[in-house]
């Protein structure tokens, strides 16, 4: 099995690359781009769909033969504003010219050719507040199950508030039986505010036959192979994440864990 916790292996040009063959697994990839002022970063996508978000910072993009300008307005992910995204189908090209200082992260999966190069954001995400008490967190819905323009990828940011808990009540979409469940490989990229904290992820199953809990950091990665995947801001730390999702079906079915059911059947 992958290690489940990445950290950064740079602090400029790409700093994580993982790939269904890194991962262990056949759906997800992501990548994560620091760029300075002047930088640029380019690829092909090959035979995945692309889904560029301009994490933070501004850039000029080009991508499937054509020029969308300078993209992003977000200085840092806890302003919580929307996104600027940038939607490309498998066999393009792209290249991002950065502006300023910016992050790019680049979601991946599977594409078929059926949808068209578009821009995401910031008009048609809306902040949306999940959950009840130190279970609230707030979602920027980027390419989840509603939106038609993605053949494979589901992609949103989730901000946490310190003190609170997220991807909770535990859950698990780790099997192929919908409309019950449906698999889905996940990635979740971590922020930190102030950056010298720290949260918490955990990911386990109901047998036992995983379970590892781990302390991220500004700018780690985890990776969620199957089980279930809570994590935890801790008081004095707000923690932001950015999920890229992606299976066999293009629906989010997941299982509450058994000892949380009663937690979910109440908020309901």
């Known amino acids: 099995m992958a290690e489940l916790l990445l950290k950064p292996f740079g602090t400029r040009g790409k700093v994580h690359d993982i790939t269904p063959a890194s991962a262990g697994w056949r759906y997800v990839g992501f990548s994560l781009f620091h760029l300075k002022a002047g930088d640029s970063a380019s690829e092909h996508t090959g035979n995945n769909e692309v889904i560029l978000v301009l994490v933070e910072g501004k850039a000029r993009i080009s991508g499937a033969g054509r020029e969308w300008g300078v993209l992003g307005d977000r200085m840092s992910v806890f302003e919580k504003t929307a996104p600027h995204c940038l939607y490309l189908p498998d066999g393009s090209d792209w290249q991002a010219g ?83 469940i449906t698999y889905l490989e996940e990635t979740y990229y971590h922020r930190l505010n102030p950056t010298g904290g720290f949260g918490i992820q955990r990911v386990y199953t109901d047998d036992g036959g995983l379970d590892e809990t781990m302390a991220v950091k500004d700018g780690d990665v985890v990776l969620v192979p199957r089980g279930h995947h809570p994590c935890a801001a801790p008081y004095g730390f707000e923690m932001y994440y950015l999920n890229v999702m992606a299976g066999p079906m293009r629906k989010w079915r997941f299982v509450a864990a058994p000892e949380v059911e009663w937690i979910m059947q109440r908020d309901s």
């Open 98 to 180: 950065a502006e300023t200082d910016c992050v790019i992260a680049v979601c991946a999966a599977p594409g078929k050719g059926g949808h068209e190069a578009r821009t995401i954001g910031p008009q048609e995400i809306t902040l949306t507040e999940r959950g009840k008490g130190t279970n609230t967190r707030y979602i920027n819905n980027i390419a989840m199950e509603d939106a038609d323009y993605c053949d494979s990828l589901l992609v949103t940011e989730v901000f946490t508030p310190a003190g609170h808990w997220s991807s909770y009540p535990s859950h698990r979409h780790d099997e192929d039986d919908f409309p019950r």
